[in-house]
């Protein structure tokens, strides 16, 4: 599950997001390495990877419906790179699936109450990690810690690329 999670994050992580913009220019900037690993991890919150939002929808009995009239967006849904659920993710979600049914079923609960509101999103990384974090035990607070397991390596040789030693 933890390999599956991480795997997607490798594969996610040079998609021209927000983290890895902010990596890219503050590589070139400043050309210092924990300079550019931070300004990646800066961009973490309410829009971009909300993984402490998402683990705490996915740990109650969210009201999807209140959440869009109050013009907020569900955190862990919505991708900008796919339409449809993400082929990245697929291998994690299945482990979810095994491995946490119910919470499986709460993630399918909530995406068809998005789509009969007429919101066409699936659930996103953040989603997919922080259902991972919650089903092998990982509190809310560290659950971060999945998303930069899987991103670090990625990150490095993208730092390096950009970098180049100069």
Partial sequence: MIAACCNAHAESALRGNASHQALVLAAAGSGDYFKAIAAALMTLGERHGPLSQTYALLTTEP???????????????????????????????????????????????ITEVLHEEGKDIYPNPSCWTAAVAITIGLPKEICGYLFLLGRLEVWTGEFERVYGGR
């Fill in 63 to 109: 009201d999807v419906k209140a959440i869009l009239r109050a013009g907020l967006k569900v955190p862990g849904w919505g991708n900008s790179f796919v339409n449809g659920p993400d082929p990245i993710w697929t291998e994690t979600a299945e482990t979810v699936k095994e491995a946490n049914h119910a919470l499986f079923e709460k993630i399918e609960r």
